[in-house]
């Protein structure tokens, strides 16, 4: 029985899941939820109902990030495993900080910035300008470097632009005109290339007994 993904197309915790499993091309079957109407399959499984979720044989991952690290493990060794997460330790905790810093900062302010209107103690700008702390980084950073950790992509990257792009969808005009050079050109290498547009394909809401959708599609043939 294939791994089961709960997933969610426009979570950015189920597209940097969904793109690690695609670059690896680690197939699972895949269930879209609709998070106001979540199934029951999922909801019984009892704690937490978020999106992804991975069931492999009864073992649960309700972590965007360890779904990521199923996929590095599942994967026999390859060029590619070894790049998105490299055997130096030094370098794993430089990503793992690097996504922690993503997943606890910046996305409190993302949250803020999105939905201004439902915190309204301080302006939308106020809360733009406190992500954009995090997107000076990542521009400095990306003004050395193709990728965050040198010249080649790694899961920091992966878990990152997912975040990046929902902040830069907030006001498409304004991170047009913002200057982070560095930061587009990074950003636009992934929403702009096939892997995305292969992760992004829509599907129904999940239904008990539905034939099986495997992801990614180009291990269906
Ligand atoms: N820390 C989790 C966060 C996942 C998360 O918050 N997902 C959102 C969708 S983007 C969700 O499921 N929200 C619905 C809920 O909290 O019930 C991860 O990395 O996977």
Not at 29 to 56: D, W
Not at 86 to 109: A, E, G, R
Not at 123 to 137: H, S
């Amino acid at each position: 029985m294939p791994a089961i993904l709960y997933s969610f197309r426009r979570c950015p915790y189920a597209m940097r899941a969904r793109y690690t499993l695609a670059l690896l091309s680690q197939s699972v079957e895949l269930r879209e939820v609709v998070l106001k109407n979540k199934p029951e399959a999922l909801l019984k499984l009892g704690g937490r109902s978020t999106v992804p979720q991975l069931i492999v044989d009864g073992k649960r991952y309700p972590e965007s990030f360890d779904i990521m690290m199923w996929a590095i493990n599942q994967a026999p060794a390859s060029s590619m495993s070894l790049q998105l997460w490299p055997q130096s330790k030094v370098m794993q905790t430089k990503i793992q900080t690097w996504v922690s810093y993503n997943d606890h900062c910046f996305k409190y302010w993302l949250d803020r910035y999105k939905y201004a209107d439902r915190y309204p103690e301080f302006t939308e700008e106020f809360y733009r300008q406190k992500g954009e702390r995090f997107l000076k980084r990542l521009d400095v950073r990306l003004s050395r470097y193709p990728y965050l950790m040198g010249e080649s992509m790694t899961l920091a990257d992966v878990a990152i632009f997912p975040f990046i792009r929902q902040f830069a969808g907030v006001k498409p005009t304004w991170f047009a005109d913002s200057n982070y050079p560095n930061l587009k050109r990074w950003l636009s290498g992934f929403v702009d290339g096939k892997e995305f547009a292969a992760i992004m394909s829509k599907y129904e809401p999940w239904q008990e007994g539905q034939p099986t959708i495997i992801f990614p599609t180009h291990l269906n043939s």
